[in-house]
């Protein structure tokens, strides 16, 4: 009996180079990893107000905290996750697909070279982006989960969703480096901008990573390994 | 057995709402091999006697939900050996403590090595696999989706579905009472005919209501 279970232990274990993070022998996605996403989401009321919008920033967390523990000392970053994530998805669906994945996360780079001008209310605004780490993701989502007179609407995943790519606030010549600000003045921030300049950001990074749409949208996809 | 003190210490735990409590209290206390053998264990305990029935307040009117109404199309128990990849697998009904499809998986074989799947070891299997079961488990699932919680016609029904709220919800048609009610009639068995506590630890739901049945035919006799 021990000897299947080792199989499948050999089975679940893997060594992958990460984009950004080197060589790493990785567990492959099992029941424990289900058992405990499900002991993570039933924690979550299902009257809770917006609760497809909870259960997407938990998720993210989730998965965040799964990687991070893989390897404490290491810094993961938002391209190991898509990288991880891809690997997770073909392995599930034992799909031989050829994959393109490391060429296209390669797009992730051009995050540190942009510079985005933009004009709000007689403002000038030039955004710089960076690529985030998994830590630096998690502050956020901690920041919004704790909230808890908070409901969670699409605008705090909008709020995740672009604010962790920025570097830096560039606003009339005054330089504000998004690492010297708090999470919470950060959120204060992003409610003091208009929807079009959001819009304008969102549409930019969206253009950016348009190669990575796929595994962006799987990031966010709760179900896809329940 | 469901004993009374069972019963009351449920519905106390229902009327705080702790669900979660309710599930694993009556999960213990009627230990079963899946979901199938948990189900009719707990119509067995509900409905004892012939005129047995659950009573429910649907539009001012009383629905009143006999035992052939009850876990209507509640399945068979069976399980079947698949082979997939080098294995052969054996599916069965989900356990009732684990929500996951990985909990259809009872035995796997490969070559002469035989493992028999439970909580403690089937964390280790890899989702490849279960995803590779998972056309033979969902028509497990369907067939316990294709049940009702009960069926009384057509106008009066409640689906089954696969998921803790509706297991949840049987348990509290089962087993779930007016909490004070039952510390009331408790309390009066202790004062007036020297019950223990411990007596109803022993003692079903059902002996308890016929001692006040007889007790109240007595009181009412000498009142005449």
């Known amino acids: 009996m021990p000897n299947l279970l080792s199989k499948f232990k050999d089975l679940c274990t893997s060594n992958v180079i990460l984009p950004d993070s080197n060589e790493i022998t990785i567990s492959k996605l099992n029941v424990n990893f289900q058992t405990k996403l499900h002991n993570h989401f039933t924690n979550i009321s299902e009257d809770t107000e917006n609760v497809d919008n909870v259960f997407i920033l938990e998720y993210i967390k989730f998965i965040n905290k799964y990687i991070i523990e893989l390897h404490s000392e290491r810094t993961f970053t938002y391209r190991d996750k898509l990288f991880l994530l891809d690997f997770w998805k073909k392995d599930v669906e034992s799909s031989d697909e050829p994959s393109n994945v490391l060429e296209d996360l390669k797009c992730i780079d051009k995050l540190n070279e942009m510079k985005l001008k933009l004009q709000s209310s007689n403002i000038q605004l030039i955004i710089q982006f960076k690529q985030p780490t998994l830590e630096e993701e998690n502050k956020i989502l901690t920041f919004l989960l704790e909230d808890n007179d908070n409901e969670k609407t699409d605008m705090d995943v909008v709020f995740f969703d672009i604010f962790r790519f920025l570097r830096a606030i560039h606003i009339d010549k005054h330089e504000y480096l998004i690492d010297n600000i708090s999470i919470q003045e950060l959120h204060k921030l992003f409610l003091l901008f208009d929807v079009q300049t959001l819009r304008e950001i969102a549409k930019t990074l969206a253009e950016t990573l348009e190669k990575v749409t796929t595994l962006r949208l799987l990031e966010a996809d709760y179900a896809s390994f329940y | ?224």
């Open chain 2, 1 to 224: 057995m469901i004993s009374y003190n069972d019963v009351l210490e449920v519905s106390k735990l229902y009327k705080h709402k702790q669900y979660d409590k309710v599930f694993s209290y009556i999960t213990e206390r009627l230990p079963s091999k899946n979901i199938i053998d948990f189900l009719k264990k707990c119509k067995a305990e509900k409905f004892i006697e012939t005129n047995d029935c659950i009573k429910l307040d649907i539009s001012k009117k009383e629905l009143i939900i006999y035992k052939d109404d009850f876990l209507k199309n509640l399945p068979l128990d069976k399980e079947d050996i698949y082979h997939i990849d080098n294995y052969k697998i054996t599916i069965g009904y989900p356990n009732i403590d684990s929500i996951l499809p990985a909990s259809c998986i009872k035995k796997l074989q490969y070559k002469d090595i035989l493992l028999n799947i439970n909580p403690t070891n089937y964390n280790d299997i890899p989702l490849s696999l279960v995803k590779k079961c998972m056309p033979y488990i969902q028509t497990y699932l369907d067939k316990l989706n294709d049940m009702y919680v009960y069926y009384v016609n057509d106008k009066y029904n409640s689906r089954f579905l696969y998921n803790k709220y509706i297991i949840i919800n049987i348990i509290y048609l089962c087993f779930v009472q007016q909490h004070d009610s039952l510390i009331q009639q408790q309390l009066l068995l202790m004062k007036q005919y020297n019950f223990t506590y411990q007596d109803f630890n022993h003692i079903s739901m059902n002996s308890v209501n016929a001692y006040v049945k007889i007790i109240n035919l007595k009181l009412n006799k000498e009142d005449a």
